[in-house]
Protein backbone atom coordinates (compact mmCIF):
# COMPACT_ATOMS: atom_id res chain seq x y z
CA UNK A 1 0.00 0.00 0.00
CA UNK A 2 2.90 2.24 0.40
CA UNK A 3 3.91 4.69 3.27
CA UNK A 4 0.99 4.80 5.57
CA UNK A 5 -0.14 8.05 6.88
CA UNK A 6 -1.87 8.39 10.29
CA UNK A 7 -4.85 9.62 9.51
CA UNK A 8 -7.27 11.63 7.48
CA UNK A 9 -9.97 13.10 10.24
CA UNK A 10 -13.11 13.60 8.16
CA UNK A 11 -14.42 15.60 11.51
CA UNK A 12 -11.50 18.40 11.42
CA UNK A 13 -9.87 18.17 7.56
CA UNK A 14 -12.25 19.87 5.12
CA UNK A 15 -13.65 17.54 2.34
CA UNK A 16 -16.81 18.82 1.87
CA UNK A 17 -17.76 21.49 -0.53
CA UNK A 18 -19.96 23.86 0.18
CA UNK A 19 -21.42 26.77 -0.98
CA UNK A 20 -21.93 29.82 0.50
CA UNK A 21 -25.25 32.53 0.83
CA UNK A 22 -22.82 34.72 -0.76
CA UNK A 23 -22.06 32.21 -4.03
CA UNK A 24 -18.59 31.19 -2.77
CA UNK A 25 -17.59 27.41 -2.50
CA UNK A 26 -15.03 26.31 0.10
CA UNK A 27 -14.44 22.88 1.39
CA UNK A 28 -15.28 22.17 4.76
CA UNK A 29 -14.99 19.92 7.64
CA UNK A 30 -17.56 18.12 9.50
CA UNK A 31 -17.32 19.85 12.77
CA UNK A 32 -17.13 23.15 10.47
CA UNK A 33 -20.33 22.52 8.14
CA UNK A 34 -22.24 21.64 10.82
CA UNK A 35 -20.81 25.20 12.67
CA UNK A 36 -21.34 27.06 9.01
CA UNK A 37 -24.85 25.55 8.29
CA UNK A 38 -26.70 29.22 8.63
CA UNK A 39 -24.49 31.21 6.51
CA UNK A 40 -24.49 28.32 3.55
CA UNK A 41 -26.62 27.82 0.98
CA UNK A 42 -26.22 24.06 0.15
CA UNK A 43 -23.36 21.18 -0.25
CA UNK A 44 -21.82 21.12 -3.97
CA UNK A 45 -21.33 17.93 -4.53
CA UNK A 46 -19.02 16.61 -7.70
CA UNK A 47 -22.48 15.19 -9.21
CA UNK A 48 -25.72 15.71 -8.08
CA UNK A 49 -26.39 12.27 -6.47
CA UNK A 50 -22.82 13.02 -4.72
CA UNK A 51 -24.63 15.67 -2.83
CA UNK A 52 -27.86 13.76 -2.20
CA UNK A 53 -25.94 10.88 -0.51
CA UNK A 54 -23.51 13.51 1.58
CA UNK A 55 -26.72 15.07 2.51
CA UNK A 56 -28.12 11.86 4.07
CA UNK A 57 -24.81 11.39 5.83
CA UNK A 58 -25.00 14.49 7.31
CA UNK A 59 -28.83 13.92 8.58
CA UNK A 60 -27.71 10.21 9.71
CA UNK A 61 -25.36 12.50 11.94
CA UNK A 62 -27.96 14.81 12.95
CA UNK A 63 -30.48 11.97 13.76
CA UNK A 64 -28.06 10.12 15.86
CA UNK A 65 -26.62 13.18 18.07
CA UNK A 66 -30.13 14.71 18.38
CA UNK A 67 -31.59 11.18 19.03
CA UNK A 68 -34.90 12.19 17.38
CA UNK A 69 -36.49 14.81 16.91
CA UNK A 70 -39.30 12.60 18.97
CA UNK A 71 -42.22 15.16 17.99
CA UNK A 72 -42.89 18.24 16.50
CA UNK A 73 -42.35 20.28 20.03
CA UNK A 74 -38.69 19.33 19.63
CA UNK A 75 -38.72 19.85 16.31
CA UNK A 76 -39.65 23.14 16.65
CA UNK A 77 -37.08 23.89 19.44
CA UNK A 78 -34.66 23.26 17.01
CA UNK A 79 -35.98 25.29 14.10
CA UNK A 80 -36.30 28.22 16.58
CA UNK A 81 -32.70 27.28 18.18
CA UNK A 82 -30.19 29.61 17.69
CA UNK A 83 -27.50 26.73 17.43
CA UNK A 84 -29.72 23.92 16.82
CA UNK A 85 -26.93 21.55 15.69
CA UNK A 86 -25.28 21.84 19.55
CA UNK A 87 -24.88 18.14 20.06
CA UNK A 88 -23.00 17.25 17.13
CA UNK A 89 -19.58 18.75 18.07
CA UNK A 90 -19.30 15.84 21.20
CA UNK A 91 -21.38 13.73 19.12
CA UNK A 92 -18.65 13.55 16.45
CA UNK A 93 -16.04 13.73 19.33
CA UNK A 94 -17.55 10.78 20.61
CA UNK A 95 -17.31 8.78 17.78
CA UNK A 96 -14.30 10.38 16.12
CA UNK A 97 -12.25 6.97 15.29
CA UNK A 98 -14.94 5.69 13.47
CA UNK A 99 -15.10 9.14 10.50
CA UNK A 100 -11.07 8.45 10.15
CA UNK A 101 -10.65 7.38 6.62
CA UNK A 102 -7.12 6.08 6.93
CA UNK A 103 -8.21 3.98 10.17
CA UNK A 104 -5.73 0.83 10.18
CA UNK A 105 -8.54 -1.71 11.50
CA UNK A 106 -12.22 0.24 11.42
CA UNK A 107 -11.81 2.85 8.07
CA UNK A 108 -14.70 5.15 7.91
CA UNK A 109 -17.25 3.21 5.41
CA UNK A 110 -14.47 0.35 4.51
CA UNK A 111 -13.21 -2.96 5.23
CA UNK A 112 -9.33 -2.50 6.51
CA UNK A 113 -8.57 -6.39 5.38
CA UNK A 114 -11.19 -6.76 2.49
CA UNK A 115 -9.05 -8.27 -0.43
CA UNK A 116 -9.43 -10.61 -3.07
CA UNK A 117 -8.10 -14.09 -3.56
CA UNK A 118 -5.48 -12.53 -6.06
CA UNK A 119 -4.80 -9.44 -4.47
CA UNK A 120 -6.17 -7.54 -7.27
CA UNK A 121 -6.38 -3.44 -7.02
CA UNK A 122 -8.99 -2.12 -9.34
CA UNK A 123 -8.58 1.45 -10.93
CA UNK A 124 -10.52 4.11 -9.08
CA UNK A 125 -12.90 4.80 -11.79
CA UNK A 126 -14.64 1.99 -10.09
CA UNK A 127 -16.21 4.73 -7.83
CA UNK A 128 -15.61 7.56 -9.46
CA UNK A 129 -19.36 8.04 -11.40
CA UNK A 130 -18.52 10.89 -14.39
CA UNK A 131 -15.81 8.06 -15.67
CA UNK A 132 -18.35 6.02 -17.51
CA UNK A 133 -17.52 2.24 -17.89
CA UNK A 134 -16.06 2.60 -21.49
CA UNK A 135 -17.26 5.76 -22.46
CA UNK A 136 -13.63 7.98 -21.80
CA UNK A 137 -14.42 10.34 -23.99
CA UNK A 138 -16.90 12.23 -22.10
CA UNK A 139 -15.35 13.26 -19.40
CA UNK A 140 -12.83 15.06 -17.87
CA UNK A 141 -11.01 12.48 -16.40
CA UNK A 142 -9.14 10.54 -19.36
CA UNK A 143 -8.63 7.62 -19.94
CA UNK A 144 -9.12 6.35 -16.01
CA UNK A 145 -8.53 7.93 -12.76
CA UNK A 146 -4.92 7.53 -11.38
CA UNK A 147 -5.26 9.04 -7.98
CA UNK A 148 -7.53 10.86 -6.21
CA UNK A 149 -7.10 13.76 -3.01
CA UNK A 150 -7.90 11.67 0.41
CA UNK A 151 -11.12 14.47 0.01
CA UNK A 152 -12.03 13.57 -3.29
CA UNK A 153 -11.85 9.95 -2.36
CA UNK A 154 -13.93 10.21 0.88
CA UNK A 155 -17.13 11.64 -1.17
CA UNK A 156 -17.11 9.12 -4.07
CA UNK A 157 -16.46 6.65 -1.04
CA UNK A 158 -19.51 7.59 0.59
CA UNK A 159 -20.97 8.06 -3.15
CA UNK A 160 -20.37 4.38 -3.90
CA UNK A 161 -22.13 2.99 -1.27
CA UNK A 162 -25.15 4.96 -2.22
CA UNK A 163 -25.04 5.10 -6.35
CA UNK A 164 -22.65 2.11 -7.63
CA UNK A 165 -23.24 0.21 -10.40
CA UNK A 166 -24.19 -3.46 -10.64
CA UNK A 167 -22.64 -5.90 -12.52
CA UNK A 168 -19.81 -8.19 -11.88
CA UNK A 169 -17.61 -6.95 -9.07
CA UNK A 170 -14.63 -8.13 -7.49
CA UNK A 171 -14.53 -11.34 -5.06
CA UNK A 172 -13.37 -10.75 -1.41
CA UNK A 173 -12.44 -13.22 -0.12
CA UNK A 174 -14.54 -14.72 2.67
CA UNK A 175 -17.71 -13.93 1.04
CA UNK A 176 -19.65 -17.22 0.71
CA UNK A 177 -21.78 -15.75 -2.51
CA UNK A 178 -18.41 -15.20 -4.81
CA UNK A 179 -18.13 -17.63 -7.40
CA UNK A 180 -14.95 -18.19 -9.67
CA UNK A 181 -13.26 -15.00 -7.84
CA UNK A 182 -16.15 -13.21 -9.10
CA UNK A 183 -18.99 -11.16 -7.19
CA UNK A 184 -22.40 -11.22 -9.35
CA UNK A 185 -25.18 -8.88 -9.75
CA UNK A 186 -26.71 -8.17 -6.66
CA UNK A 187 -28.43 -4.82 -7.50
CA UNK A 188 -27.27 -1.24 -7.56
CA UNK A 189 -26.52 1.03 -4.04
CA UNK A 190 -29.56 1.88 -2.24
CA UNK A 191 -29.82 5.35 -3.25
CA UNK A 192 -30.18 4.48 -7.09
CA UNK A 193 -33.10 2.35 -6.02
CA UNK A 194 -34.88 5.57 -5.40
CA UNK A 195 -36.06 8.43 -7.12
CA UNK A 196 -34.60 10.67 -4.35
CA UNK A 197 -36.68 13.78 -2.84
CA UNK A 198 -35.24 16.49 -0.54
CA UNK A 199 -36.86 19.95 0.59
CA UNK A 200 -34.42 22.62 0.18
CA UNK A 201 -34.52 25.69 2.35
CA UNK A 202 -32.96 29.10 2.06
CA UNK A 203 -29.70 27.84 3.86
CA UNK A 204 -27.74 24.20 4.39
CA UNK A 205 -29.45 24.81 8.00
CA UNK A 206 -32.85 25.28 7.52
CA UNK A 207 -32.45 21.85 4.57
CA UNK A 208 -30.77 19.67 6.84
CA UNK A 209 -33.83 20.62 9.64
CA UNK A 210 -36.40 20.36 6.99
CA UNK A 211 -35.30 17.01 6.01
CA UNK A 212 -35.05 15.63 9.80
CA UNK A 213 -38.98 14.13 10.52
CA UNK A 214 -40.04 13.95 13.85
CA UNK A 215 -41.11 10.72 15.48
CA UNK A 216 -44.25 11.23 15.88
CA UNK A 217 -46.06 10.38 12.59
CA UNK A 218 -47.70 7.27 10.86
CA UNK A 219 -45.45 6.98 8.11
CA UNK A 220 -42.23 6.59 9.12
CA UNK A 221 -40.98 3.82 11.67
CA UNK A 222 -38.04 3.57 12.95
CA UNK A 223 -36.85 0.60 15.41
CA UNK A 224 -35.08 1.45 18.72
CA UNK A 225 -32.04 0.16 17.80
CA UNK A 226 -32.01 2.29 14.35
CA UNK A 227 -28.30 3.00 13.98
CA UNK A 228 -25.91 4.51 11.03
CA UNK A 229 -23.39 2.66 9.95
CA UNK A 230 -20.56 3.92 12.37
CA UNK A 231 -22.42 2.44 15.40
CA UNK A 232 -24.05 -1.01 14.11
CA UNK A 233 -22.92 -3.49 16.88
CA UNK A 234 -20.75 -5.37 13.51
CA UNK A 235 -18.13 -3.74 12.08
CA UNK A 236 -18.71 -4.94 8.65
CA UNK A 237 -15.93 -7.61 7.23
CA UNK A 238 -14.97 -9.96 4.53
CA UNK A 239 -17.24 -12.78 6.90
CA UNK A 240 -19.98 -12.70 7.78
CA UNK A 241 -21.16 -10.88 4.78
CA UNK A 242 -25.26 -11.23 6.20
CA UNK A 243 -26.96 -9.37 8.46
CA UNK A 244 -27.25 -10.70 11.79
CA UNK A 245 -30.98 -12.72 10.90
CA UNK A 246 -32.15 -11.49 15.21
CA UNK A 247 -31.76 -7.64 14.70
CA UNK A 248 -34.85 -6.40 12.02
CA UNK A 249 -32.87 -4.38 9.61
CA UNK A 250 -33.27 -1.68 7.87
CA UNK A 251 -33.88 -0.57 11.19
CA UNK A 252 -35.11 3.74 10.24
CA UNK A 253 -33.77 6.25 8.63
CA UNK A 254 -29.87 6.50 10.15
CA UNK A 255 -29.93 2.42 9.33
CA UNK A 256 -30.47 3.65 5.07
CA UNK A 257 -28.89 6.67 5.16
CA UNK A 258 -25.34 4.89 5.91
CA UNK A 259 -26.28 1.42 4.65
CA UNK A 260 -23.60 -0.94 3.57
CA UNK A 261 -24.38 -1.90 -0.07
CA UNK A 262 -20.59 -2.44 -0.77
CA UNK A 263 -17.68 -3.77 0.96
CA UNK A 264 -14.73 -1.18 -0.06
CA UNK A 265 -11.04 -0.93 0.91
CA UNK A 266 -8.89 2.18 -0.39
CA UNK A 267 -5.31 1.72 -1.16
CA UNK A 268 -3.03 5.02 -0.61
CA UNK A 269 0.33 6.58 -0.62
CA UNK A 270 1.20 8.71 2.03
CA UNK A 271 -0.37 11.66 -0.28
CA UNK A 272 -2.89 10.30 -1.80
CA UNK A 273 -5.57 7.59 -2.78
CA UNK A 274 -4.27 5.37 -6.00
CA UNK A 275 -6.52 2.05 -6.04
CA UNK A 276 -9.85 0.18 -4.64
CA UNK A 277 -11.04 -2.99 -3.72
CA UNK A 278 -14.58 -2.56 -4.37
CA UNK A 279 -17.26 -5.80 -3.70
CA UNK A 280 -20.45 -6.45 -2.86
CA UNK A 281 -21.71 -5.89 1.11
CA UNK A 282 -25.24 -6.02 2.37
CA UNK A 283 -28.21 -6.73 0.02
CA UNK A 284 -31.13 -4.84 0.61
CA UNK A 285 -34.52 -5.23 -1.90
CA UNK A 286 -36.22 -2.31 -2.58
CA UNK A 287 -40.31 -3.95 -1.62
CA UNK A 288 -42.20 -1.99 0.77
CA UNK A 289 -39.50 0.21 2.54
CA UNK A 290 -41.90 3.16 2.37
CA UNK A 291 -42.10 3.19 6.58
CA UNK A 292 -38.04 3.36 7.03
CA UNK A 293 -37.22 5.49 3.81
CA UNK A 294 -38.24 8.98 3.82
CA UNK A 295 -36.78 10.56 0.46
CA UNK A 296 -38.50 9.00 -1.99
CA UNK A 297 -42.61 8.61 -3.46
CA UNK A 298 -43.51 5.59 -3.77
CA UNK A 299 -45.71 3.50 -6.43
CA UNK A 300 -48.02 0.68 -6.19
CA UNK A 301 -46.63 -2.43 -8.30
CA UNK A 302 -49.56 -5.29 -9.10
CA UNK A 303 -47.01 -6.53 -11.25
CA UNK A 304 -45.08 -7.34 -8.52
CA UNK A 305 -47.79 -8.29 -5.99
CA UNK A 306 -48.76 -11.01 -8.57
CA UNK A 307 -45.14 -12.25 -8.70
CA UNK A 308 -44.37 -12.11 -4.68
CA UNK A 309 -48.19 -13.27 -4.23
CA UNK A 310 -48.73 -10.33 -1.61
CA UNK A 311 -51.59 -8.10 -1.20
CA UNK A 312 -49.98 -4.63 -1.55
CA UNK A 313 -46.46 -4.39 -3.24
CA UNK A 314 -44.76 -0.37 -3.12
CA UNK A 315 -41.13 0.31 -5.26
CA UNK A 316 -39.59 3.47 -5.43
CA UNK A 317 -40.91 6.14 -7.93
CA UNK A 318 -38.09 6.62 -10.42
CA UNK A 319 -37.17 10.06 -11.90
CA UNK A 320 -37.87 10.38 -15.68
CA UNK A 321 -34.66 12.48 -17.19
CA UNK A 322 -36.66 14.05 -20.19
CA UNK A 323 -39.26 15.21 -17.74
CA UNK A 324 -39.12 18.60 -15.72
CA UNK A 325 -39.99 18.54 -12.05
CA UNK A 326 -42.70 20.73 -12.57
CA UNK A 327 -44.23 18.89 -14.97
CA UNK A 328 -44.80 15.78 -12.31
CA UNK A 329 -45.64 18.13 -9.70
CA UNK A 330 -48.75 16.20 -8.96
CA UNK A 331 -47.09 12.96 -8.21
CA UNK A 332 -44.35 14.70 -6.98
CA UNK A 333 -46.36 16.36 -3.56
CA UNK A 334 -49.63 14.43 -3.41
CA UNK A 335 -50.46 11.04 -3.70
CA UNK A 336 -52.51 9.86 -6.29
CA UNK A 337 -56.04 8.18 -7.12
CA UNK A 338 -56.92 9.79 -3.60
CA UNK A 339 -59.55 12.72 -2.50
CA UNK A 340 -57.72 16.44 -3.43
CA UNK A 341 -57.70 17.04 0.71
CA UNK A 342 -55.44 14.16 0.69
CA UNK A 343 -56.33 12.21 2.88
CA UNK A 344 -56.98 8.96 1.41
CA UNK A 345 -52.77 8.92 1.63
CA UNK A 346 -53.47 6.79 4.69
CA UNK A 347 -55.86 4.44 2.74
CA UNK A 348 -54.77 1.17 2.06
CA UNK A 349 -54.43 0.35 -1.92
CA UNK A 350 -53.28 3.96 -3.10
CA UNK A 351 -51.71 3.78 -6.16
CA UNK A 352 -49.03 5.92 -4.90
CA UNK A 353 -47.55 7.29 -1.87
CA UNK A 354 -45.67 10.73 -1.28
CA UNK A 355 -42.01 11.17 -0.36
CA UNK A 356 -42.53 11.21 3.92
CA UNK A 357 -40.15 14.21 3.75
CA UNK A 358 -43.04 15.99 1.80
CA UNK A 359 -45.84 14.59 4.07
CA UNK A 360 -43.67 16.00 7.03
CA UNK A 361 -43.47 19.56 5.82
CA UNK A 362 -47.11 19.34 5.21
CA UNK A 363 -48.15 18.23 8.69
CA UNK A 364 -45.22 21.72 9.24
CA UNK A 365 -47.96 23.68 7.62
CA UNK A 366 -51.12 22.35 8.94
CA UNK A 367 -53.11 24.65 11.54
CA UNK A 368 -52.57 22.33 14.50
CA UNK A 369 -48.99 22.70 13.91
CA UNK A 370 -48.28 25.83 12.19
CA UNK A 371 -44.61 25.64 12.46
CA UNK A 372 -44.03 27.38 9.24
CA UNK A 373 -46.05 30.30 7.78
CA UNK A 374 -47.94 29.75 4.65
CA UNK A 375 -46.52 32.07 2.42
CA UNK A 376 -42.36 30.07 3.22
CA UNK A 377 -40.53 29.08 -0.09
CA UNK A 378 -38.95 26.31 -0.16
CA UNK A 379 -37.63 23.79 -3.31
CA UNK A 380 -38.88 20.11 -3.35
CA UNK A 381 -35.38 18.93 -5.29
CA UNK A 382 -35.35 15.53 -6.92
CA UNK A 383 -32.28 14.06 -7.59
CA UNK A 384 -31.48 10.48 -8.65
CA UNK A 385 -29.69 7.93 -11.06
CA UNK A 386 -30.63 6.15 -14.36
CA UNK A 387 -28.51 3.02 -15.29
CA UNK A 388 -28.50 1.25 -18.33
CA UNK A 389 -27.19 -2.14 -19.24
CA UNK A 390 -28.67 -4.23 -17.10
CA UNK A 391 -27.72 -1.21 -14.70
CA UNK A 392 -24.22 -1.71 -14.61
CA UNK A 393 -23.48 1.75 -15.79
CA UNK A 394 -24.96 5.38 -14.82
CA UNK A 395 -26.41 6.64 -18.03
CA UNK A 396 -28.25 9.87 -17.03
CA UNK A 397 -28.37 12.03 -13.58
CA UNK A 398 -31.43 13.34 -12.94
CA UNK A 399 -31.24 16.79 -10.77
CA UNK A 400 -34.30 19.32 -10.96
CA UNK A 401 -36.31 20.51 -8.49
CA UNK A 402 -39.63 23.07 -7.83
CA UNK A 403 -39.72 26.35 -6.03
CA UNK A 404 -42.89 26.66 -4.29
CA UNK A 405 -44.79 27.98 -1.18
CA UNK A 406 -45.69 25.69 1.28
CA UNK A 407 -49.24 26.57 1.10
CA UNK A 408 -49.34 24.01 -1.40
CA UNK A 409 -48.51 21.02 1.08
CA UNK A 410 -51.34 23.06 3.75
CA UNK A 411 -54.22 20.93 4.90
CA UNK A 412 -56.42 23.70 3.67
CA UNK A 413 -54.69 24.75 0.54
CA UNK A 414 -56.39 22.40 -1.46
CA UNK A 415 -57.52 25.55 -3.87
CA UNK A 416 -53.83 26.72 -4.09
CA UNK A 417 -53.20 22.46 -5.12
CA UNK A 418 -55.65 21.97 -7.39
CA UNK A 419 -54.55 25.52 -8.95
CA UNK A 420 -50.71 24.32 -9.50
CA UNK A 421 -51.70 21.11 -10.55
CA UNK A 422 -54.17 22.18 -13.29
CA UNK A 423 -51.69 24.82 -13.95
CA UNK A 424 -49.45 21.90 -15.70
CA UNK A 425 -52.52 20.48 -17.05
CA UNK A 426 -53.00 23.83 -19.37
CA UNK A 427 -49.28 23.54 -20.60
CA UNK A 428 -49.48 19.87 -20.75
CA UNK A 429 -52.55 20.77 -23.22
CA UNK A 430 -50.66 24.17 -24.90
CA UNK A 431 -47.98 21.94 -25.81
CA UNK A 432 -50.07 19.17 -27.64
CA UNK A 433 -51.80 21.53 -29.30
CA UNK A 434 -48.18 23.31 -30.74
CA UNK A 435 -47.33 19.29 -31.20
CA UNK A 436 -50.05 19.01 -33.42
CA UNK A 437 -49.42 22.41 -35.41
CA UNK A 438 -46.03 21.17 -36.51
CA UNK A 439 -47.51 17.52 -36.94
CA UNK A 440 -49.72 18.91 -39.37
CA UNK A 441 -47.90 21.28 -40.99
CA UNK A 442 -45.59 18.24 -41.88
CA UNK A 443 -48.15 16.18 -42.94
CA UNK A 444 -49.34 19.35 -45.54
CA UNK A 445 -45.60 18.79 -46.93
CA UNK A 446 -45.60 15.20 -47.38
CA UNK A 447 -43.64 14.51 -44.57
CA UNK A 448 -43.68 12.18 -41.50
CA UNK A 449 -45.15 14.31 -38.97
CA UNK A 450 -43.17 12.25 -35.62
CA UNK A 451 -40.33 14.27 -35.66
CA UNK A 452 -41.61 18.07 -35.81
CA UNK A 453 -43.93 16.89 -33.00
CA UNK A 454 -41.96 16.25 -30.68
CA UNK A 455 -39.49 18.65 -31.77
CA UNK A 456 -42.50 21.06 -31.13
CA UNK A 457 -43.46 19.76 -28.08
CA UNK A 458 -40.12 20.23 -26.51
CA UNK A 459 -39.51 23.35 -27.94
CA UNK A 460 -43.17 24.39 -25.71
CA UNK A 461 -41.75 22.86 -22.43
CA UNK A 462 -38.53 24.25 -22.95
CA UNK A 463 -40.48 27.82 -23.12
CA UNK A 464 -43.07 26.99 -20.50
CA UNK A 465 -40.31 26.07 -18.20
CA UNK A 466 -39.71 29.65 -16.78
CA UNK A 467 -42.81 31.43 -16.57
CA UNK A 468 -44.44 27.93 -14.73
CA UNK A 469 -41.34 28.78 -12.13
CA UNK A 470 -42.13 31.68 -11.71
CA UNK A 471 -45.93 31.87 -11.51
CA UNK A 472 -45.98 28.83 -8.93
CA UNK A 473 -43.65 30.54 -6.91
CA UNK A 474 -45.82 33.73 -6.58
CA UNK A 475 -49.05 31.47 -6.21
CA UNK A 476 -48.84 31.54 -1.98
CA UNK A 477 -49.24 35.31 -2.52
CA UNK A 478 -52.10 35.35 -4.19
CA UNK A 479 -55.59 35.79 -2.15
CA UNK A 480 -57.52 33.81 -5.58
CA UNK A 481 -56.08 30.87 -6.51
CA UNK A 482 -58.56 30.28 -9.28
CA UNK A 483 -57.88 33.70 -10.43
CA UNK A 484 -54.10 32.83 -10.84
CA UNK A 485 -54.80 30.22 -12.89
CA UNK A 486 -56.50 32.32 -15.01
CA UNK A 487 -53.58 34.52 -15.41
CA UNK A 488 -51.42 31.62 -16.08
CA UNK A 489 -53.25 30.78 -19.34
CA UNK A 490 -53.11 33.76 -20.76
CA UNK A 491 -49.45 33.42 -20.34
CA UNK A 492 -49.40 29.95 -21.56
CA UNK A 493 -51.43 30.94 -24.40
CA UNK A 494 -49.75 34.30 -24.77
CA UNK A 495 -46.27 31.83 -25.04
CA UNK A 496 -47.27 29.07 -27.19
CA UNK A 497 -49.28 31.36 -29.88
CA UNK A 498 -45.79 32.73 -30.24
CA UNK A 499 -44.05 29.64 -31.29
CA UNK A 500 -46.74 28.75 -33.36
CA UNK A 501 -46.87 31.46 -35.40
CA UNK A 502 -42.50 30.98 -35.61
CA UNK A 503 -43.83 27.58 -37.01
CA UNK A 504 -46.13 29.03 -39.33
CA UNK A 505 -43.65 31.34 -40.88
CA UNK A 506 -40.92 28.95 -41.46
CA UNK A 507 -43.14 26.19 -43.20
CA UNK A 508 -41.84 26.38 -46.70
CA UNK A 509 -44.19 26.53 -50.09
CA UNK A 510 -45.50 22.72 -49.94
CA UNK A 511 -47.39 23.58 -47.01
CA UNK A 512 -49.01 26.43 -48.55
CA UNK A 513 -50.09 24.28 -51.10
CA UNK A 514 -51.14 21.20 -49.08
CA UNK A 515 -52.50 17.56 -49.60
CA UNK A 516 -55.08 15.32 -48.47
CA UNK A 517 -54.50 13.15 -45.64
CA UNK A 518 -55.32 10.04 -44.01
CA UNK A 519 -56.98 10.16 -40.20
CA UNK A 520 -58.15 7.86 -38.16
CA UNK A 521 -61.38 9.08 -37.53
CA UNK A 522 -62.56 10.93 -40.24
CA UNK A 523 -60.97 9.79 -43.48
CA UNK A 524 -59.22 11.88 -46.02
CA UNK A 525 -58.79 15.28 -44.74
CA UNK A 526 -57.68 18.16 -46.63
CA UNK A 527 -54.41 20.11 -44.78
CA UNK A 528 -52.62 23.03 -45.77
CA UNK A 529 -50.58 25.69 -43.46
CA UNK A 530 -54.09 27.83 -43.52
CA UNK A 531 -56.20 24.90 -42.34
CA UNK A 532 -53.65 24.25 -39.79
CA UNK A 533 -53.35 26.96 -38.27
CA UNK A 534 -57.20 27.48 -38.24
CA UNK A 535 -57.04 23.99 -36.37
CA UNK A 536 -54.30 25.29 -33.82
CA UNK A 537 -55.83 28.17 -32.69
CA UNK A 538 -58.83 26.41 -32.02
CA UNK A 539 -57.58 24.03 -30.10
CA UNK A 540 -55.40 26.23 -27.83
CA UNK A 541 -58.71 28.24 -27.57
CA UNK A 542 -60.52 25.46 -26.40
CA UNK A 543 -57.91 24.16 -23.58
CA UNK A 544 -56.89 27.81 -22.07
CA UNK A 545 -60.67 29.15 -22.20
CA UNK A 546 -59.34 32.31 -20.04
CA UNK A 547 -57.25 33.08 -22.50
CA UNK A 548 -59.46 32.56 -25.80
CA UNK A 549 -61.84 35.54 -27.46
CA UNK A 550 -65.25 35.41 -26.31
CA UNK A 551 -66.11 35.09 -29.76
CA UNK A 552 -64.30 33.41 -33.08
CA UNK A 553 -64.49 34.81 -36.23
CA UNK A 554 -63.99 31.92 -38.09
CA UNK A 555 -65.55 28.84 -36.05
CA UNK A 556 -63.68 25.59 -37.31
CA UNK A 557 -64.05 21.73 -36.50
CA UNK A 558 -61.63 20.34 -33.96
CA UNK A 559 -58.34 19.37 -35.89
CA UNK A 560 -59.28 15.26 -36.81
CA UNK A 561 -55.48 14.74 -36.50
CA UNK A 562 -55.72 15.25 -32.94
CA UNK A 563 -56.25 11.53 -32.07
CA UNK A 564 -53.70 10.31 -34.29
CA UNK A 565 -50.94 13.04 -33.83
Known sequence: MGKRVTSFDLVAEPWLPAQGVDGATTDLSLLEVFARAHSLRRLVGDVPTQEFALVRLLLAILYDAVDGPADVDEWRELWEADEPFAAVPDYLERHRERFDLLHPTRPFFQVADLRTGSDEVSSLNRIVADVPNGEPFFTMRQPHVARLSFAEAARWLVHAHAFDSSGIKSGAVGDPRVKGGKGYPQGVGWAGNLGGVMIEGSSLRETLLLNLVAGDNDFLRSEKEDLPAWRQPDTPGPAPFTPDPSRLRPSGPRDLYTWQSRRVRLHHTADEVTGVVLSYGDALTPHNRQHKEPMTGWRRSRAQEKKLKRHLVYLPRGHDPARAAWRGLASLLFPQSTPSDGSA?????????????????????????????????????????????????????????????????????????????????????????????????????????????????????????????????????????THAREVWQRTAHQIIRDLGRRLLDAAGPATWEGRYVETADHGKRWVDDTQADLWFRRQLNRVLPAAAPSVEATPTPNDPTESTA
Open 345 to 481: QKQEGADSLTAGVVQWVARLTSRYEAALPRGTLIRTRVVGAAYGTQQSVIDEMVDDGVLHPVVLLHEEGSEYRNAAVKAVADADAAVRALGQLAGNLARAAGSDPAAPTDSARDLGFGALDGPYRRWLRELGTTANP
